[in-house]
């Protein structure tokens, strides 16, 4: 069975341009979530989405926003980039319901320049 | 304010010991409690979770316990293999008040287990 798939797993971006990750969950499952992994910060959350809809959402900008297709597989986007944005950005999937294991994928190293 | 708290930055340990990871935990509204190990250029990888009804719970070389009273909780690898170097993550979701649907991450631990 295959694990949870990011792409691109390295880009350059410079500040003011956006991005779009990629991230395909394992199969049958219907939650994904987005972490942002920062050597100051750990990981932190940013969203999750269960059928195509936002349940959670974490404290980030509103130049973070996500979406979710009707495959589960999901997007992020990250506008007008900045510095800080440079960070190892993490996706997870798993069934959806309470106490689920998440399953990550390898990620995605933003370098933003 | 941290919710989740891995005390310890770093942890060394010889080869077929014990290995004692700890974490600590602020949300009386956590309720389920993971472990992941993570290496350099990886995702993290699911290790052992237990749930707040338990005490402990265990696959393996690996036991997890779970002391609600004093919100801490600790991973147990016996024995300690050098494969087993890596940085662990203690992580916890609850089932209200916004922390559900999402995990909360310690800073993680990193360990080395030395031949």
């Known amino acids: 069975k295959a694990g949870v798939t990011q792409t691109p797993r390295y880009l350059i971006k410079t500040r003011g341009q956006q991005v779009t990750l990629s991230c395909s969950p394992i199969?049958?499952?219907?939650?994904v979530s987005w972490y942002q992994q920062t050597p100051g910060q750990g990981l932190q959350f940013l969203f999750e989405y269960f059928s195509e809809t936002q349940r959670n959402k974490g404290n980030f900008p509103g130049r973070f926003s996500g979406r979710q297709f009707s495959n589960s597989r999901s997007e992020m986007n990250v506008s007008t980039l900045e510095l800080g944005d440079s960070a190892l950005y993490l996706c997870a999937s798993s069934f959806g319901g309470d106490k689920n294991i998440q399953y990550f994928g390898a990620g995605t190293r933003l370098s933003v320049l | 304010d941290q919710q989740v708290k891995q005390n310890s930055p770093s942890l060394s340990v010889q080869e077929g010991r014990i290995s004692i990871l700890n974490c600590d935990y602020t949300?009386?509204?956590?309720?389920?409690f993971l472990w992941y190990k993570k290496y350099p250029a990886e995702g993290p990888t699911f290790l052992i979770s237990i749930s707040s009804i338990k005490d402990k719970n265990e696959d393996g070389r690996f036991t997890v316990f779970l002391n609600k009273s004093a919100k801490h909780l600790s991973l147990h690898i016996v024995p300690s293999q050098p494969g087993d170097s890596a940085v662990y993550f203690c992580?916890?979701?609850?089932?209200?008040?916004?922390?559900?649907?999402?995990?909360?991450f310690g800073k993680g631990t990193l360990l080395t287990v030395n031949p």
């Open positions: 199969s049958g499952h219907r939650s």
């Open positions: 992580a916890a979701s609850g089932n209200s008040g916004g922390s559900n649907y999402k995990l909360t």
């Open positions: 949300n009386s509204m956590f309720d389920y």
